[in-house]
């Protein structure tokens, strides 16, 4: 794809390849690199190199331009390879290194953010240092013996004229630059419309998850009491593969059966995968699980469908910490109360603990007396206590023991089944008095009920940690709003805390360690660019790129509906060194024409514009194409975090690149025309000196 774009700018066999095997050469040195510096071929690392691929050509096509434009005025080819390399030299040194600057404070990063993103940000960095070698060393040597002066004209014998397409924008640069206060509205009302976009509809910092992938689908999980057979674990999953087989709306379905418990995932067609029939579907099979007794059945939901527009799994958690575990329990059964008044709120489990989702979970047999009952059948706590200890625990009063072989040993009298007893069968256990009489049921005397309990018990800084975990039926934004309305009313004393986070939601940790590296990553391009151009205004004039990137960035994902993970932050922070690349290209040439030909401002900006417009759009083309693979040809296990950062730098490239043609000469005549104005005065307010003739 990117060899077809090289050509199709071109339009010549000869120049498309001088520059495509930069890509090559590049990717070799890159390669060496990488071995020398210990690190190691893997999904993270070829990924990078992938991503390189459009980068590497950048370099090459602004060298190779300027080459032409030197040799299509006049120069011999020796002269205009050497020409032509030396005046685009420090715009892509300051191109190349605002792309490989914005990966320094990576290494700020910590924990899994670390793992990830370092050896991707060392191995680009790595190509873009590569193709500066090439681009400054292979390009002129070929250039000067290969690149006619009408190496880029369609018709060799013709006269050399402009593209029909700089033709055309000629007259769009001249008109935003002659009314640039309506070009810098326009642009801010379109990034005013994008965001709000953005922020009702697209979904923000879920964590990426290989497990789960991106396609809607619905998991149906079956666990038995320990020691199950796998027959009959085979044969309650086979139950409800017979109800998803006559369901028409399912795709496929493939079960997985141990002993303990069976996995049922099934999917759905594409066509149907965002609607709300996986979520009716997927409601289905929580009221089929219900039918079922002596077995924990559970139905979850992942994908588009769930997230942001239906049921999903136990989404949300609320963590409780605090010194005392009993009022810790006490605060997470109020915050248990608060939730299920809410109609969109489902399966709030308080005994989470630190289980997964799909965890095995605890429980206990609770009996309550009534002392009242106990009075009038003459019995006491001690009573039932002890003899329900012995029909559950099988104790039949005071060891023995007793000579087997010589040898003595411990011998205790057990009630047959006392190892199985069922709940009922305990209800219908009588209960005796010391003082005789006859017998009375225990379900008579008490009331017997299950209810889940903490099945392990976890401390943090030896504070005691509870999890209250729940779904939310409905959007995200909706169910931030609730969580966070109902921690603020819930009272709690000092000392004791409450945490509210969503479940695959990145946490504030990370959260602020992206926001760090963000703007580390925009001061250290500022302060790149200033030093190029030696100025302040003009610095501005290009990192305001990058809010008009976040045009696109916003619009891609709200019109794709995919998330924007914790992986689209990456994204944009590599779209930011980036964007800015094609604005220091145009904003340099500039001012190198004003300097050499002394054209007034205007025309000069239109004119500089003009003449960088080909590069621009060839660079932007093959950065994008050479992208596209990540997005188009990603697995399903990989998808959504090769989708989130394919989709943050193609969004931001393309939105960078109109802006950057349109609005950034419109920026540099704004700055630039108060500092002319400036130098007019000062030099009309400036003493004539005065001439003494003899």
Do not use: C
């Not at 206060?181 to 990426?208: K, P």
């Not at 700055?671 to 400036?678: D, L, N, S, V």
Request: glycine share 8%; charged share 20%; aromatic share 10%.
């Amino acid at each position: 794809m990117i060899f077809s774009v090289l050509l199709l700018f071109l339009q010549s066999f000869r120049s498309a390849g001088i520059i495509f095997a930069t890509i090559a050469f590049s990717i070799l040195i890159a390669l060496n690199l990488i071995y020398f510096s210990g690190l190691t071929l893997n999904v993270l690392t070829l990924m990078g190199l992938a991503m390189g691929f459009g980068l590497i050509v950048d370099n090459a096509i602004v060298v190779l331009e300027n080459i032409y434009r030197r040799r299509k005025a006049g120069d011999s080819g020796k002269v205009a390879a050497e020409r032509g390399a030396r005046e685009v030299v420090l715009p892509i040194l300051a191109a190349t290194f605002t792309t490989v600057i914005v990966f320094i404070p990576f290494v700020y990063l910590q924990g899994e953010l670390r793992i990830f993103y370092i050896p991707l940000a060392i191995v680009v960095g790595m190509s873009l240092v590569a193709s500066l070698f090439v681009a400054f060393t292979f390009i002129p040597a070929l250039g000067s013996r290969l690149l006619a002066a009408n190496a880029f004209s369609a018709d060799p014998g013709g006269p050399q004229e402009d593209p029909i397409y700089v033709r055309v924008y000629s007259g769009l640069v001249r008109l935003t630059t002659r009314f640039p206060w309506v070009t810098i509205t326009l642009a801010a009302a379109a990034f005013w419309g994008s965001w709000n976009l953005f922020d009702n509809y697209v979904n923000r910092g879920i964590l990426w998850s290989s497990f789960f992938g991106q396609d809607t689908s619905i998991r149906i999980i079956i666990r038995l009491p320990r020691g199950s057979e796998l027959d009959e674990t085979n044969i309650l999953a086979r139950y409800f593969e017979d109800k998803l087989a006559s369901t028409p709306e399912i795709k496929q379905y493939d079960t997985q059966v141990v002993p303990d418990y069976a996995i049922i995932n099934a999917t759905f067609p594409e066509e149907i995968e965002e609607t709300d029939i996986p979520v009716a579907i997927k409601e289905q099979m929580v009221a089929y699980s219900h039918l079922f007794g002596g077995a924990e059945v559970r139905v979850y939901g992942f994908g588009p469908s769930f997230y942001g527009g239906g049921g999903s799994p136990p989404n949300y958690r609320i963590k409780i910490l605090g010194y005392n575990y009993e009022r810790v329990r006490d605060i997470a059964l109020d915050l248990q109360q608060r939730l299920e008044r809410f109609s969109r709120v489902r399966d709030v489990d308080v005994n989470a603990g630190g289980r997964w989702f799909f965890g095995e979970k605890a429980s206990e047999v609770a009996i309550t007396l009534n002392r009242e009952r106990l009075a009038m059948h003459d019995l006491s706590v001690r009573d039932v206590v002890f003899q329900v200890q012995a029909s559950v625990g099988g104790r039949g009063g005071q060891a023995r023991t007793m000579r087997v072989g010589g040898e003595e040993v411990d011998v205790e009298v057990k009630v047959e089944g006392y190892r199985e007893i069922d709940v009922l069968d305990l209800a219908e256990t009588l209960m005796r008095s010391s003082a005789g009489g006859g017998g009375v049921r225990l379900g008579d005397l008490a009331t017997i009920e299950e209810r889940d309990v903490l099945n392990v018990i976890l401390r943090e800084d030896q504070q005691y940690q509870r999890t209250v975990r729940y779904e939310f039926r409905g959007p995200t934004k909706l169910g931030d709003r609730i969580r966070d309305a109902v921690i603020g009313v819930t009272d709690v004393p000092d000392g004791y805390r409450i945490e509210g986070e969503q479940e695959w939601a990145w946490s504030s940790d990370e959260q602020s360690q992206i926001y760090i590296v963000l703007g580390v990553s925009l001061l250290l391009v500022f302060m790149v660019t200033a030093a190029l151009f030696e100025s302040v205004k003009q610095p501005i004039s290009v990192l305001l790129t990058v809010p008009m990137a976040l045009i696109g960035v916003f619009l891609i994902f709200f019109y794709t509906g995919a998330t924007f993970t914790r992986e689209a932050y990456i994204g944009v922070i590599m779209m930011g060194g980036i964007v800015v690349n094609n604005a220091i290209l145009l904003v340099d040439h500039v001012n190198q024409l004003r300097r050499r030909s002394g054209l007034d401002l205007m025309e000069a900006t239109v004119r500089g514009t003009l003449e960088r417009v080909r590069p621009i759009l060839m660079t932007s083309t093959t950065t994008v194409l050479g992208l596209l693979p990540l997005v188009i040809f990603s697995d399903t296990a990989n998808s959504n975090i090769w989708n989130a950062l394919g989709y943050a730098l193609i969004g931001g490239l393309l939105s960078s690149t109109v802006f950057v043609l349109t609005v950034t000469p419109a920026l540099y005549v704004l700055f630039e025309r108060g500092a002319e104005t400036r130098r007019v005065r000062a030099t009309q307010l400036a003493p004539t000196p005065a001439v003494v003739t003899t």
